[in-house]
């Protein structure tokens, strides 16, 4: 069973705000991730980590950043909200021990609805 | 670069009907494959996956055979349930090395009517 959690579920602001989406594990999994998934239900990989004090931004152009400063949190912050950034954000990890087949453990998402 | 292509949707099947998601894909290695399936409302969750060719993933009663031979991995289940009614995303792993190493379809929305 993957244990891996966001907050907050859903989450409704104004244009301007400053916002952080929090995303743990307690896998110990050394990579971890940011997917935005569009209303069409495809996913865009936005940010991924290697391990601590790594991270690379993904394949979508985003205006959030991220930090890793212990293994088991990833959060994602966006300094001033819009509309355009109104959508769904999944975190996730998996690890890279030997064998690894590249399945990636999901948390439920943060809805995000920007005014 | 590595591609997955799915099936387009939505679908929309009557309860205890086949289903059939065709999934291909192009990469330069040999991948590992996989279906996800995100429930309304939730984070995606990994349903099968196959790690080489002619291998069978199967859960819940849903299967698919990796077939290198035609790039294929599609996604099939002898009778639906409306509990099945989900999204479905085919993908590929082809460097298990990289953090960035899962490539998915664009998802095929799935809608079972009882």
């Known amino acids: 069973e993957a244990d891996i959690y966001q907050t907050p579920r859903y989450l409704v602001i104004g244009t301007g705000k400053k916002i952080t989406l929090e995303c743990s594990q307690t896998?110990?999994?050394?990579?971890m991730y940011w997917y935005q998934q569009d209303p069409g239900m495809e996913l865009h990989l936005i940010h991924y980590?290697?391990?601590?004090?790594?991270?690379e931004k993904g394949d979508l152009s985003s205006e959030s950043t991220v930090s890793r400063i212990r293994t088991e949190h990833f959060p994602l912050t966006l300094e001033s909200a819009r509309p355009s950034h109104t959508s769904q954000y999944l975190c996730?990890?998996?690890?890279?021990?030997?064998?690894?087949?590249?399945?990636?453990?999901f948390g439920e998402g943060s809805r995000l609805t920007v005014l | 670069g590595d591609s997955v292509t799915q099936m387009e949707g939505p679908v929309t099947l009557s309860e205890e009907a086949f289903l059939t998601i065709n999934c291909t894909y192009t990469?330069?290695?040999?991948?590992?494959l996989f279906w996800y399936v995100q429930y309304p409302g939730e984070g995606l969750q990994l349903l099968l996956k196959?790690?080489?060719?002619?291998d069978k993933g199967s859960n819940k009663g849903f299967e698919a055979t990796y077939r290198k031979e035609t790039t294929s991995f599609h996604l099939e289940k002898g009778s639906v349930q409306v509990s099945d009614s989900a999204v479905y995303f085919c993908?590929?792993?082809?460097?298990?090395?990289?953090?960035?190493?899962?490539?998915f379809g664009s998802g095929t929305q799935l809608t079972v009517l009882p």
């Open positions: 996730a990890s998996s690890e890279s021990r030997t064998g690894y087949t590249g399945e990636l453990f």
């Open positions: 980590s290697y391990g601590v004090n790594s991270t």
């Open positions: 990469a330069t290695g040999y991948p590992s």
């Open positions: 196959a790690t080489k060719a002619d």
């Open positions: 896998m110990g999994h050394d990579k």
């Open positions: 993908a590929l792993s082809d460097r298990p090395s990289s953090a960035r190493q899962l490539t």
